[in-house]
């Protein structure tokens, strides 16, 4: 049981490149969260979905999209990569938007230059 | 949304309990208190939550006021492995957990 997953890692981005953070879990959790964290900072909420097909945007979705396609799999994309999006990105997954505890991954740090 | 306010910092020696307050007086009647901590460099561990009742799990004990306008974390033996930053976040209106900037629990040996 591999829980939630996060690949890469660890990435180097040129102002202006995109790219796509991948997470998949493997607990047949509905919900499914992107959240950053700048350093010395709290988490800020990006998207969530509740189910395949359904997203929603959350406090910094500015700059991100994501898709939901299968219960499993919910990629982040990062179109025409800022500075400002220098920070490390955590995934993380639920059974319930309310009762059961989130899982996190171990997140991607990501650098813009 | 309602807030929660926490201690930006807390200090314990090992083996001694910690008490980890969370103030939120404009919380609603359907809020879910949760807590989660960040060790260095992880990602956020899910602690504990609970509604009304005070709850106990293998990790800590939540202590919730008769009129939840506050609560309290407990952890009944602070190891150093504790030392994280702890984030007291309120569920409203079955949206996603918004994270402040939590409480930095220091323990030393």
């Known amino acids: 049981n591999a829980g939630v997953t996060q690949t890469p890692k660890f990435r180097i981005l040129k102002i202006g490149q995109s790219m796509t953070l991948q997470c998949a879990q493997d607990?047949?959790?509905?919900?499914m969260y992107w959240y950053r964290q700048d350093p010395g900072m709290g988490l800020k909420l990006i998207y969530y979905?509740?189910?395949?097909?359904?997203?929603d945007k959350g406090e910094v979705p500015n700059g991100y999209n994501v898709s939901r396609s299968t219960t499993e799999d919910f990629p982040l994309r990062l179109e025409l990569a800022a500075p400002s999006q220098t920070s490390v990105y955590f995934c993380?997954?639920?059974?319930?938007?309310?009762?059961?505890?989130?899982?996190f991954g171990s997140g991607t740090r990501l650098t813009v230059v | 949304d309602a807030k929660t306010t926490q201690p930006n910092s807390m200090e314990s020696n090992e083996e001694e309990p910690v008490h980890l307050p969370c103030n939120h007086s404009?919380?609603?009647?359907?809020?879910?208190i949760h807590w989660y901590r960040q060790l260095p460099s992880q990602g956020p561990e899910y602690v504990i939550h609970?509604?009304?009742s005070n709850v106990n799990n293998r990790m800590a004990s939540l202590a919730i006021a008769e009129d939840r306008k506050s609560s309290t974390l407990i952890l009944h033996r602070a190891t150093l492995r504790d030392a994280a930053v702890y984030y007291c976040?309120?569920?409203?209106?079955?949206?996603?957990?918004?994270f402040g900037k939590g409480t930095t629990l220091s323990v030393s040996s």
């Open positions: 993380a997954s639920s059974y319930s938007i309310r009762t059961y505890g989130y899982t």
């Open positions: 607990m047949n959790h509905n919900y």
């Open positions: 979905s509740v189910g395949a097909g359904i997203t």
């Open positions: 404009t919380i609603s009647g359907t809020d879910y």
């Open positions: 609970g509604l009304t």
């Open positions: 976040i309120l569920n409203q209106a079955g949206t996603a957990l918004i």
